[in-house]
């Protein structure tokens, strides 16, 4: 009996995490696209065959398997739709592994029947615990009548029942406590990735994803492509910080991405470089409206107002660079040189300009 728990346990393990891995970067909720759904439960109702093939033997004459525990996490994670696929999934294959029979149509009702009910289940506003404990009733109770059809020995109904309940009790249990395991995992991954990608200050790409994006871009240059990078720095922010504080200087930083976020298509590539130092990185612009672009972030930061923390307003500019291949920069790998440059000219002749490298 151990080592068929063990082999149960083992089954579960891996398959749920062999799916978290597929779908460590998606969402996977009742809301998710169809397949994203259907894979799940499609995996689900996978790992309910394997549980049933792998049945456990308890005690002579008893022998019982943890399939209903598929249809569970179907619902848990994907809601009801999934629930009844991974339900049809367990019970077609029911009726066809150990034949048609009068114990194979009850098993398949009653999957379908579980489907049903933990796929309503997953629909109340409760909280998720006890969403899982009255999912986990309803994979306790609708076998145990199906045993009751199907066993005319009381004593063998006795103890079947008594064996299902507390090894199926222990299963869902272990099997609760791993998925939250899974979910804690997969938030502190994504927590660390968006981390590595994100500048805290501003919510924007930071320079190791600006480094990514460019590099991408790169990689799928062709003859037609024409890209764009704005370089941007803040004029005199040191003074800025020496006068109120690195916090109204944080707040800056903060209020200006935002500015850069609206005042950029969505396609745009916008980061914060470092210290005071953003940038825009274009793909899609034409030739004759990059310098507007640029005068419209200049313009929109010039007429803004920023509040301190106190709420006192300040005025700032900036000074832009800007480089354009392949018209103001012939090798592609030189554009972060030239826009820096024409930024280093920007400042150099006055701040609150744009130039535009040559």
């Known amino acids: 009996m151990l080592n068929d728990l063990f082999l149960n346990g083992a089954i579960v393990i891996a398959t749920i995490s062999l799916g978290n891995q597929i779908l460590i970067n998606k969402e996977v909720n009742p809301y998710s696209p169809f397949k994203i759904k259907l894979f799940f439960s499609s995996m689900s109702g996978i790992l309910g065959i394997l549980l049933m093939i792998n049945s456990v ?181 040191k003074k800025v910080n020496d006068l109120y504080g690195h916090h109204n200087g944080d707040k800056v930083l903060e209020d200006l991405g935002r500015i850069l976020l609206s005042t950029s298509k969505i396609s745009d590539i916008i980061s914060r470089n470092g210290g005071e130092e953003f940038s825009v990185l274009m793909t899609d612009c034409p030739l004759d409206k990059i310098y507007k672009v640029a005068e419209r972030i200049r313009i929109a930061v010039q007429e803004h107002k920023f509040y301190l923390l106190n709420g006192m307003p300040i005025n700032i500019t900036i000074s832009i660079g800007v480089a354009i291949y392949p018209y103001t920069v012939k090798d592609i790998h030189e554009i972060v040189q030239k826009a820096d440059s024409a930024l280093y000219e920007a400042k150099r002749t006055g701040r609150n300009k744009v130039v535009i490298a040559k």
Not at 182 to 195: A, C, G, M, Q, V
Not at 217 to 237: A, P, V, Y
């Open 57 to 237: 033997y308890i005690m002579p004459g008893v022998i019982l398997d943890y399939r209903n525990i598929a249809i569970l996490l179907s619902a848990t994670y994907c809601g009801f739709i999934s629930a009844i696929i991974t339900a049809l999934f367990i019970g077609i294959f029911r009726l066809f592994y150990t034949g048609l029979t009068y114990s194979s149509y009850i098993g398949a009702f009653v999957a379908l029947i579980i489907g049903i009910t933990c796929g309503l289940v997953i629909k109340l506003d409760i909280k998720n615990q006890l969403k899982w404990i009255y999912m986990s009733l309803c994979i306790l109770l609708f076998p145990s009548l199906a045993f009751v059809l199907l066993i005319s020995n009381p004593l063998l109904l006795v103890r079947t029942i008594a064996a299902y309940w507390i090894s199926m009790s222990v299963v869902s249990l272990l099997v609760y406590y791993y998925v939250e395991y899974i979910n804690l995992s997969k938030f502190t991954y994504r927590k660390y990735k968006y981390e590595s990608s994100t500048d805290p200050r501003t919510g924007l790409n930071n320079v190791r994803q600006f480094d990514n994006e460019l590099n991408k871009i790169i990689k799928e240059l062709t003859d037609h492509s024409m890209i764009s990078l704005l370089f941007i720095d803040i004029d005199h922010f």
